[in-house]
Antibody, heavy 123, light 108 residues
Framework: QMQLQESGPGLVKPSETLSLTCTVS??????????WGWIRQPPGKGLEWIGT???????YYNPSLKSRVTVSVDTSKNQFSLELTSVTAADTAVYYC???????????????WGQGTMVTVSA | SYVLTQPPSVSVAPGETARLTCGGN??????VHWYQQKPGQAPVVVIY???DRPSGIPERFSGSNSGNTATLTITRVEAGDEADYYC???????????FGAGTKLTVL
């Protein structure tokens, strides 16, 4: 059974860059069978999609975050990553990484999720 | 950009039927997925592609999608169904994924 695990700093200073990594175990990120995504959830609020990447490196981003977001994949490490620049308190959230089956395109469900990691933006 | 509208809260008594809606302009032309999220947990898919149910999800969960409204229906509601429910679509106009704001289902 494939598993995903987020890792990265739990505290980031305002104006700095938030960097998270998702490690995939129990399967290959390079298989071409899946898309890989980042979703976040501010405390007490709903889900917000950040971006999705295919193993080839093709990306899709939330238009509201696109200017600050980079999602990348490292197939040698079986990981994919998120960078969010110029963070503010509004970026404080639980960040999830998740898997999506690549049946027809990046519009399927996220069927496997990491446990989520809380990132707080504060000086 | 495309907007999904979900009621903030729905309350039902145990054993009754809950209908959670997800509104959007001509949403019937899109594929809608539904997630259940319990406190402190990651979301779980309960319905995909409008009306399909993943293995392990009770038959009490069903979905429909037509016109401007998609609906998640939960029959014979149980206390364990109390959770937040989110709908999800893909907006092909600019290739991005959208979640609804979520509905908190309370079992009275």
């Amino acid at each position: 059974q494939m598993q995903l695990q987020e890792s990265g700093p739990g505290l980031v200073k305002p104006s700095e860059t938030l960097s998270l990594t998702c490690t995939v175990s129990g399967g290959s990120i390079n298989s071409g069978n899946y898309y890989w995504g980042w979703i976040r959830q501010p405390p007490g609020k709903g889900l917000e999609w950040i971006g999705t990447i295919y193993y080839s490196g093709h990306t899709y981003y939330n238009p509201s975050l696109k200017s600050r977001v980079t999602v990348s994949v490292d197939t040698s490490k079986n990981q994919f990553s998120l960078e969010l620049t110029s963070v503010t308190a509004a970026d404080t959230a639980v960040y999830y990484c998740a898997r999506m089956e690549a049946v027809a395109g990046p519009y399927d469900t996220f069927d496997i999720w990491g446990q989520g990691t809380m990132v707080t933006v504060s000086a | 950009s495309y907007v999904l509208t979900q009621p903030p809260s729905v309350s039902v008594a145990p054993g009754e039927t809950a209908r959670l809606t997800c509104g959007g302009n001509n949403i019937g032309s899109k594929s809608v997925h539904w997630y259940q999220q319990k406190p402190g947990q990651a979301p779980v898919v309960v319905i995909y592609y409008d009306s399909d149910r993943p293995s392990g999800i009770p038959e009490r969960f069903s979905g429909s999608n037509s016109g401007n409204t998609a609906t998640l229906t939960i029959t014979r509601v149980e206390a364990g169904d109390e959770a937040d429910y989110y709908c999800q679509v893909w907006d092909r106009s600019d290739d991005h994924l959208i979640f609804g704001a979520g509905t908190k289902l309370t079992v009275l």
